[in-house]
């Protein structure tokens, strides 16, 4: 069974910085495509970056282009987002995704974990 276990969100002022993290398990996640997306309240679900194996060919969201790095842990399973310079829009709830770029919709997410940017 495919578990993806998002955490690392909170309450951070603009500017902050936050570290997501996503505990994978049930697939071979060396050999998976790993993506990010994020839902703001009222709105579209919004992909946000996916990395591809052994990290390469990370992509990124015009807007976080430059703030937010995709990572990946292949020897614990983890993928990771950290998020630099962080903005009121950016506040959604992250998710992580076992998909590339291009097939992340309906492909398994976890629960998601929080991030809100205020201050």
């Known amino acids: 069974e495919v578990q993806l276990v998002e955490s690392g969100g909170g309450l951070v002022q603009p500017g902050g910085s936050l570290r997501l993290s996503c505990l994978t398990s049930?697939?071979?996640?060396?050999?998976?495509?790993m993506t990010w997306v994020r839902q703001a309240p009222g709105k579209e679900i919004e992909w946000v970056s996916s990395?591809?194996?052994?990290?390469?060919?990370?992509a990124y969201l015009d807007s976080v282009k430059g703030r937010f790095t995709s990572s990946r842990d292949d020897a614990t399973d983890t993928l990771y987002l950290q998020m630099n310079n962080l903005k009121p829009e950016d506040s959604a709830v992250y998710y992580c995704?076992?998909?590339?770029?291009?097939?992340?919709?309906?492909?398994?997410r976890g629960q998601g974990t929080q991030v809100t940017v205020s201050s």
């Open positions: 995704a076992r998909a590339g770029s291009s097939n992340w919709l309906n492909a398994p």
């Open positions: 049930g697939f071979i996640f060396g050999n998976s495509a």
């Open positions: 990395v591809g194996t052994r990290g390469f060919g990370a």
